[in-house]
């Protein structure tokens, strides 16, 4: 599933106007994220989502342009796209979000545990991953997870889609945390 988010990667770049040698990570953007991040000790805010455009813009002759299509088309990742990647050995860095209480159920295996509220103080911990996606319970934290990330420069942050629960409906196993 890597090698068709690297291609569709490479097709937004080209709607979107850029070469195969442009540098291919989302730009952070203002209208994508909430205000500043909360300081230190406090919740992060929910992100302001940003509503996919209907229409692309076209001007003269030039090929269609749709605005932070690339930024908005990868934030977040099906469970299924992260199981089968992580059994065929991918480097995947899998991002708890939830809280202790939360993860004593059972965690992604392997999974680093970083609960949302203490992301601010130590996200330095992921800032060398290859790739991170975040989960919590359903889905909603772990956006502001990956939002915040985003914002720190770790471009390779996503959401898991559904959490763990989307996680465990289909098939995917869970360990007892360390």
């Known amino acids: 599933m890597g090698l068709i988010r ?13 070469s195969d040698t442009d540098d291919h990570r989302p730009a952070p953007s203002a209208a994508a994220h909430s205000a500043a991040p909360a300081a230190s000790g406090e919740r992060l805010s929910a992100p302001t989502l940003v509503r996919a455009p209907d229409k692309v813009a076209v001007a003269g002759d030039e090929e269609p342009v749709v605005e932070n299509a690339e930024a908005l088309s990868t934030i977040e990742c099906s469970a299924q796209e992260i199981k089968e990647r992580l059994d065929a050995g991918e480097p995947v860095t899998v991002l708890d979000v939830r809280e202790p209480s939360e993860t004593a159920g059972g965690i992604i295996p392997g999974a680093k545990l970083i609960p949302l509220g203490q992301l601010r103080a130590r996200w330095e911990e992921v800032k060398d991953e290859n790739e991170i996606v975040c989960y919590c319970a359903m889905g909603a934290r772990s956006l502001q997870a990956a939002h915040f990330l985003r914002e720190k420069g770790l471009f390779n942050a996503t959401s898991l889609d559904g959490g763990i629960s989307g996680w465990m409906e289909i098939g995917g196993k869970v360990s007892r945390p360390a």
């Open 6 to 18: 690297s291609l569709a990667k490479k097709v937004i770049g080209k709607v979107a106007g850029r």
